[in-house]
Each structure stands twice: as C-alpha cells, then as structure tokens.
C-alpha cells in the first residue's frame, strides 16, 4: 500500500514564490486569503488528507459500492461515511464558497490545492464532495432565489452533496440528442423522466439529501442542443421553503462495473416523473451546464495531477529502497548486494519525467485557477475580462495535459516498480486504473482538443492564445539579463513564436477545409500544453533562484528544468510535424478501408 | 464484450505476400509448411481462438483462479480446464515441436501466428500453454538424455505444462541476488529449497503434472549470476524411466493480486527441500535460461500484437457504429439524428495509429520469426550465424515495441469508446488492463532498451543492426523505380541512414561515459522500432501492389503506409533529439534532491 504525504513545500513554492498569491488575492480584494492562511490551510488540508482520507484509498477499490437492487440504496466502502462527516466537521465543503450561502469566501486558486491534496489523498471519495461544487455554481448564477435559498445553504455546508446529469446511453459528446423529458406540472415545477448514465456520486449513504442537475427536454423544445433545459431533481423533494419533503420518483437502477475509482459511485439513474424545478431559461440548460462543466474540467485537471504526486511519491521512494544491479559506473554502496536502482539513467529518466510533468503541471493549473479567481474578482472589468478569456483557453489544456500527463506518470510509476507494480500490494497499478477516468469524462482528450483549436481559438481568434503569449514575452523581457534562466530564454522565445506560427497556419488550412481542425488538434493540444511547460519551468527556475528556499531546493528546480528541455520539450517536434500534415492523411481512406 | 475474429487475411498477406513464407520454409528444408499447410493452420487456429477461447476472455477477468490454502490447488475459471482439454486434443501444444518428441516440426513462424491469435481471444488463458514452450527449449538444448525422454514429450503433448521459476521478491532484474538452494543428494538429485514469485501457471488444474524450471544456487556457488544453475523440479516427482511419482515438495503458498490476466494464475512458489535434477552445467543457468527468455520475450512482443488486433477490432466497430455529431463538412446521414464518429479526424487518428502499428508490428514479428526458424534450420552455416545475430538483435525491439504499442491501442481503444471504455461491458478497461502486463514481464520496456543498446549493440559492434540495414538498403535499391514507394523510399534511406549515425554517436559517448547507453537506450529503442515499422510498411505498399488482393486492401495498405510516415514517424524526431541530449541532463541531479 502506498503512503500519501501533501507536498506542502512545492504547493507553497506554487503559491507564494512563484504567482505571489497573496498580493494576487489582495489586488481582486480577497485580503483574507494571507499567506498565513493560506499556509495554514495548506497544512490541516494535507493533514486531513494524508491521516483521514489516504487510508481509505485501498479499501475504497478493495471494497467499492454497493447497491441493495430493493431499495435503489448505495452504501459506500468502510469508513467513508465517517470521513466525510469529518470534512463536513472542518468546513472544507465550504472553503470557497461565497459568505451569504455559509462559505468561507476563499479563492478557487486554494480550493485547488485543497482538491489536490484530497484527491490525491483518495480519488474515488474526492469525487463525493467534488460534484457539489458544480451544482452550487449552477444554482448561483441561474437559480431563482428560493432555490438559491432552499439548495445552496445545504449545499455548502455539505448536508447535501449535487450531481451532474447530463450523459444518456445514446447522448454523450452529442448532448443535443438526449431524450430526458420534462412535463409541466400545474404547481409550477416539471416531472423529470429519463435514464442518465455514469452519474457520479448519484446515489450514496454520505449525505441527507442529493441534489440532481438534470439536462432534459421541455414538450417544445427545438431540436439538437437549443433544445435542453436544466432542471434541479433532489432525491428527497424540497419545496419552495426548503423543507424536506417524501422520496422523489428517482432512483440508481445500476451500479457500473469499472476499471477503477471502485470507491466512487457510477450510477445509471432512472427518473419515473420526478419532480423537478426549472433552473435558468427554457431551453438554456447547455449555458448553465457549461458554467459547472468549465469548472468541473479543470477540477479533472487537478485530479490528474493528484494521481502524478501519487505515483511520484511511490515510484521515488521504490527507486531509493530497491536495490537491484549496480551503477553504470560501479558500485555505490559496495557493503551491500546492489545498488538503489535510482542510480540507474533509465529510472531516473522514468522519474524526472513525472517529476517535471507534475510540479510543472501545478503550476499550470494553478496559474488558471488565479485566473478563475480574477474573472471573478478582479476589480477592473477589462481584467476581469481578459481573464476569463484566459481561464477559458487554458482550461481544456489543463484538463487535457494534466491527465494524459497523470497516465504517464502512473505508467512510469509501475515501470520502476517492474513486477511489483502490476500487483495490488504496492498501490501503483491502482493508481493507474484510477487515473485513467480523468482522461474520459468531462469530455474525452479528444474533446478538449477540439475545444482548445476549435472555440478557444479558431472562435476567438486566438484571443486566449494571445494573452498567454503576451505574459510569456513580458516574462522572456523582464528576465533579459538574469543568468539564472539565460539558458533557457532563447528556445522558450522560439518555442513561443513557432506556436503562434502554427495556429495561424492551421487556422488558414481550416477556413478552406474544415476537417484540418479535427485533424490537427490532438497534436495542437499537447504542443500547446508542452509550450507552457516550458514557460512554468523556466518561471520556476527564476522563482527559485529569488527565494528563500535552501541550494538542495534550487538547485533541483533547475537541474528538473534542464531535464524537461531536454528531454521532454522535443516531443514538440514530432506534434509540429505530425500537425502540419495536414487531413489528407486522416481522411483519405474511405470508412469501408478500414478493414473487414 | 468484445469478439474477436482472426485475422486471416492480414496474416496471410503478412506471410505469403509480404515474407514468401512458403519459399522461405523450403529453402530450410520445411517443404512440408507448404501455403496450403499455413492456410489450413491458419483456418483451424483462427475458428478455435474465435470460437472456444475468445468467449472465455471475460469470464477469466471476473472469475479469476481460486486458491484452496490447504492443499495449495489451484483452480482456474469455469471452462478453461474443458478449453484446454480441444486444445491438447487439436495437437496445437505440439505444433512447432520436434517430431522426435511428438511434435508436428511446423516453422516457429507459423507458431507465432497462432500464438496471436490465441492471445488475442484470451490472454489469461494463453499463459498457461505458452511457458511450456521455453522449458522444451531449455530441455532439448541443454538435458540429459534421460530428461529429454521423461519430460519433452508430454510436455510436447500437453499432458504437462511448464514454468520458468526466476524471480524471487529481492531478486528481479538482477539474477545475481537469488537465495534459493540446491543441496545435492546421494542418488543424483537435488533438494531446491526457497521461495519464488511472480510464477505464471505455477499451480493450476489444465494439466497432470507441471514442470517448474527452476534457477537455484549450489553450495559451493560463486556469488552473482556466475553462480545460477538451473533445475527441473516437477509438481509430482518423475524418475529416471519418466513414471510419475509422489507429490513434490513444493506448492502453491498464494496467488497474487493482479490489475489484469485474472484468469491467469501467478503464484508465489514455495519448494521445501523439493527434489529436482540439474540441467546443464552447473553455475551456468543463466546461459539455458536465456535461451527460454529470448524466445520468451519475442513471445511475449506478440502477446502485444494480439491485444492490439482485439483493441483494433473492437475501436473500428463501436467507431463504426457509435452516432454522435456531424462530419466537419456536414450531415452523411441525413435521415439519423447524428453521423458515426468514424468521420471525426481525431477519431481517425486513434484508429489508423492503431492500425498503422499493429499491421506493421505484426510484419516486425512474423520476421524476426522468420529469423528464428532460419537460425535453427538454414542449410548454410552463414545464413544460420546471420540469422541469428538479427533475430538477437531484434526481439527487444518485438518485445519492447510491440507490448507498449499494445498500451498506445488498448488506450486509443478505449478513447473512442469514451466512457464507455471505462466499464466492464465493452471490453475494452480489460484489454487495457491486460496489456499493462506484457510491458513488465520477461523484462521491463527499460530492460529491453538496455538489452538492445548494450548487448545487442555496443558488445557486437552493431553487428545486428548492420544486417537490418543492408536489408533495408537492398529493398531501397530493388524498389528504385516502383512508382509505388516512390514517395517513401527517400525518407525511409535518411531515416535508416540517420539511425546508423545515431548509433555510432551514442556508442562513442558511452566509450568515455558508460552511463550515456543507459541515458540513450529509451529514446534508442523507439527510434529503432519507428524506422524498422517505416520499414515494413514500405514494404507493405511495394507487396500490395504486387498482390492479387482487392483494389480496396491495397489502398488501404498505401493509405496506412501515407499515414504512418505523416502521423507517427515524426515521433523519430523527438527521440533522436532526446537521446542526442546526452545522459547529463538525467544523471546531474542528486539523489538526495530528487525530493523529500
């Protein structure tokens, strides 16, 4: 079984040296957010995480739920119900929650760190809590007051726990197709009647109540994806004054059998005319579903980086303790039998891959949740603005790369492990089953690709891609005569401009062929996500250097930024060439080639 | 849950078009593999592995194999033990074996087909006859009289199976570190004494005995690998007429907790003074253990394959028949409410990246087969010697290439299917998770890439490589003035040209710095697989062409080919830029600052 420990210091280095998040927090007028409180919720979220929930990750997958057919009822593994009125106890369900609902008020960028730690703690019950974050976003901006009233308080405190239903057996990328119906009801409220699949946390023993978020049709509604409204369908019905009424016509009809997050409950729910009110516009509901869906996709994000920790903090404590062969240029530890197979350039090649790609991607992420908190807060409206720009164009990037990142660090995680890794003792091949769903749902790594080339870019004209580069020159300038990251300036200036270069030429292929688009977005994805890597380690270096932290500190920082120069950003070549191919070779051959 | 078909007309293209396998066999003296011979083997081996074995694919995953703890018996899922029975009795156990054991002295090649095809239906269960294999080998070259004729021919026909007993839990890469004894005893034999792991078909109820090939060290051992032998150690104890004694001290102390190949069973091995007989020299088990492993390991290269054609099969017909969305130039089918998602570049991509290095790695094998068979059977000592340098120096390309191009399309697989490729149902999570397996076993991706930049590079001088590329060139200069490759041969000569020069470059840094092999071998090992594949599918187009096939596969062939030398190739770039970095970048940092 593989221990957990919050990487505080990095998570403080993130915060603190390297996007000064208190003065950040201060300028859009969040002063409570200090570095004192910041440091202080970072440890008793790491605390809470490492002792409370990192136990209970074996014994979720181990376990998982369990569905009584009679009752529709899911009891989840031992000791999450408990777990869960302990994070309710604290007031994490709260954290950044706006003040009139009950919440602390803190910015998105330290709820981040605080996902992290949890799911990284224990995916599978990271995602209880996790849903209600989109199913209060929602109610905040579309929900009339007494919903606002009645869901939201609940909610927050973590009473309640919120779903998101959106998928239907036939309806998954293809939204518009989905055939929930909605039935006007004379007392004002909708019965709600359909099957929704891979509902996560939709039915659990965790919390009083579950609030659904239903996308369905109204009798007239249009066709295609003009056509679904939003609906909020709680287990237990609840009326206009908040009171708690019988048992709502819904219930889990399935549990899916899944590759991993065995913990978590998927449920196939079925919805007999239940009663639901309508939140937001007729005919809205895809509006309202991509305020909690954005928000959601870069919360996968972060989970994908949460499973790269994991499997760092357990693929390097293997590489030090196995002893195995000797050093390429002899024996290092001559008393004993071998050497710790760290000494070996292919493990270490394994490791500072997850290494770079995890701290790298937390700044990444980090970076868009500051960006998150400034749309939000920001008092200028052109900042505010921009920034929401920003937010929106890194977000399929960072939910895309960090979780095709979190395969690639779980896989190398296993690798180091060799045999070991593919049984359960050592938690690693867990890691990667678990990991593996970040890459499917809130959209498929396809879908984010064609999200980034697509809306966040060929839409907006680049509108995103600009305001990042402009802080990437802004950074290359400030840094001109720092020797600290000298060596790195020059390929990151090159890098920046040829990403320029290639959306503009994608772009031009796709006005005369729109397949061009689809065609060279996954590689567009990940040399995008690369680029920007490139840009965080070359930040981390100069953060670094102008810190307080210890040489040992430093001196990794720079040597994991040389690696990832190196080692990992010529991938960049291979995604620019492959991009510039063009569709041809995608498209030519007709459905019926591809074989019997 | 998936089905699977073989896939007969790729295999024969693979061998008669592509190889001219039938000349091939003659010009070995195996007229009697004649192309009628291949077909009806082909035929039969498909129609079993589709029929019997692939149905039992799912319920090995769920039922996996019990251990009764107190007799330490094993037994597997429900129909296997029956699966095994039609096998035995179809003479397959025996197909490529001696006749002078039994065997049908069918070309290894051929057994490589038919080894794809029963992986690809059931993974799991394929282990069970496959370890029989190498212990025929280890036998036939290096036992004794007496052993050969108690232990080949049921082994041979199937009655009993084998084991390879390498590992134990502080010895895995490293041989050198095993504990296990052998203490000589008065009539000849000896008393193996330790504990094994990782034991695949170490216990189970298919067969009446089962031969566990054991490495053991003798009292008056060297220390390190110079001081390995190797033991046949059977579960019921065999005298020297080969009549079947009592039960052997040994047994089966758990089975352990897997990600994947549930229906397989992978023991700890416990042998308590259990009386086994030496093979082969004393202190020189490593030698006969290498001869199970090198075939082991290209074995193992098409246990890859087969999960790749499964993932393949079951992508392209739920991509086929999965509506959601429009093609980006407009409605293909008006009349449904979406169009298949086969029109979506991406999803293209994932398909023919799928097809492009499962068709290809299929050709990698079958010819380092073809390689095998020569070694072992070609008139000409030359030919013999050649042969066998190729096919050394290709199996860690077969094995390390084709297993993780196995987890690049069970991956892709399982991305088309989006979330439904994470249940269960669709098959997919467990091709996935079976896969993961043949990337750890028989040696680590890591090990591989320093077998193949070590020992079958930098110690012969490249003498492997040499004869690739004179092949390569030979091709280049026959097909000078093909219209058909025209567009691929220019590439293909710079790419085997620069490989030549990549390798000379990396073996002059490790003459200086023995750590540059290890820092190279990674990127080493896919730019070899990247060029060879370029290869073959030159190969693939130029035979196509000259086919009878159908207009049809042969567009497919060049339009596979055109993809793959746009879409995957570029992947060289990133390599040979990543290598050419040097082992600077990963051996610069100390290990004390990798972290905390």
Redesign the interface.
């Known amino acids: 079984m593989s221990n957990y420990?919050a990487?505080l210091?990095d998570l403080r280095f993130a915060l603190h040296d390297v996007l000064k998040a208190e003065s950040l927090f201060a300028a859009m007028g969040l002063e409570d957010a200090n570095a004192e409180l910041i440091d202080a919720v970072l440890e008793e979220a790491g605390r809470f995480s490492g002792s409370v929930l990192a136990p209970l990750n074996a014994t979720g997958d181990e376990h998982g739920c369990k569905l009584d057919k009679a009752t529709g009822e899911v009891t989840t593994a031992p000791g999450f119900k408990e777990a869960y009125a302990q994070f309710v106890e604290g007031g994490w369900t709260g954290l950044t929650a706006a003040p009139e609902f009950g919440g602390q008020g803190m910015p998105e960028t330290l709820g981040m760190a605080l996902s992290e730690m949890v799911s990284a703690a224990n995916l599978s019950w990271s995602l209880f809590p996790m849903l209600s974050h989109g199913a209060v976003e929602a109610l905040k901006h579309y929900g009339e007051d007494w919903q606002k009233d009645a869901f939201l308080k609940p909610l927050v405190a973590g009473n309640w726990t919120g779903t998101m239903c959106l998928?239907e057996p036939?309806?998954?990328?293809?939204l518009g197709?989905l055939k929930t119906r909605a039935e006007p009801n004379d007392d004002g409220s909708y019965s709600i009647t359909g099957t929704k699949?891979?509902i996560t946390a939709g039915e659990h023993d965790l919390s009083e109540n579950i609030v659904h978020l239903v996308l369905a049709k109204l009798p007239d509604a249009p066709p295609g994806p003009k056509g679904i409204s939003l609906f909020v369908t709680p287990k237990y019905k609840v009326d206009r004054s908040g009171n708690l009424g019988e048992r709502n016509a819904l219930r889990c009809g399935a549990l899916?059998?899944?590759?991993?997050i065995h913990g978590s409950s998927?449920c196939v729910m079925n919805f007999d005319g239940a009663q639901g009110y309508l939140v937001g516009q007729p005919h809205k509901g895809l509006q309202a579903m991509f305020v909690m869906m954005n928000s959601a996709r870069l919360g996968v994000g972060v989970q994908g980086l949460s499973q790269s920790e994991r499997a760092?903090?357990g693929a390097?404590a293997y590489a030090?303790e196995r002893?195995?062969?000797r050093a390429?240029?002899g024996a290092l530890l001559a008393d004993k039998?071998?050497d710790?197979i760290?000494?070996?350039?292919?493990?270490?090649?394994?490791?500072?891959t997850i290494?770079a790609l995890t701290e790298g991607g937390r700044l990444l992420a980090t970076h868009a949740y500051t960006q998150l908190d400034a749309a939000q807060h920001a008092g200028d409206a052109k900042v505010r603005a921009d920034a929401d720009t920003l937010v929106s164009f890194l977000t399929p990037i960072v939910k895309a790369c960090l979780t095709e990142w979190s395969?690639e660090a779980t896989?190398n995680a296993?690798?180091c492990f060799?045999?070991?890794?593919?049984?359960?003792?050592h938690g690693m091949?867990q890691l990667?089953?678990d990991a593996?769903?970040t890459?499917?749902?809130e959209g498929?790594?396809?879908i984010q690709?064609?999200d980034l080339i697509g809306r966040k870019t060929a839409v907006s004209q680049g509108a995103g891609l600009k305001l990042f580069l402009a802080e990437v020159e802004q950074f290359i300038a400030a840094n001109a005569g720092n020797p600290a990251v000298a060596e790195f300036l020059p390929v990151l200036g090159a890098k920046a401009q040829e990403w320029g270069k290639l959306t503009i030429d994608v772009l031009q292929r796709a006005a005369v062929?729109?397949?061009e688009?689809?065609?060279a977005?996954?590689d567009y994805l990940f040399y995008s996500g690369y680029v920007a890597l490139a840009y965080w380690w070359a930040r981390s270096v100069a953060a670094a250097q102008a810190s307080a932290h210890p040489e040992?500190f430093k001196?990794?920082k720079l040597?994991?930024a040389?690696?990832y120069y190196?080692?990992i950003l010529?991938?960049?070549?291979?995604h620019a060439?492959?991009m510039q191919?063009g569709?041809?070779?995608?498209?030519?051959?007709d459905?019926?080639?591809?074989?019997?």
Chains 1, 2 share one sequence.
């Open positions: 420990t990487p210091t998928t036939h309806a998954g990328t293809d197709l699949i891979f899916e059998h899944k590759m991993g998927t760092w903090q390097l030090r002893l195995q062969s390429p240029k039998p071998a710790p760290i000494a070996q350039p292919d493990v270490r090649r394994m490791l500072l290494k395969i896989y296993q690798q060799g045999g070991h890794g593919y049984i359960a003792e091949e990667a089953r593996r769903i890459t499917l749902y498929t790594t396809g690709a064609l062929n729109p397949e688009l689809g065609a977005s996954w040992g001196q990794a040597e994991t040389r690696f190196a080692r010529p991938r960049t070549l291979a060439a492959s191919s569709a041809e070779p995608l498209m030519a051959m459905a019926t080639r591809f074989g019997a």
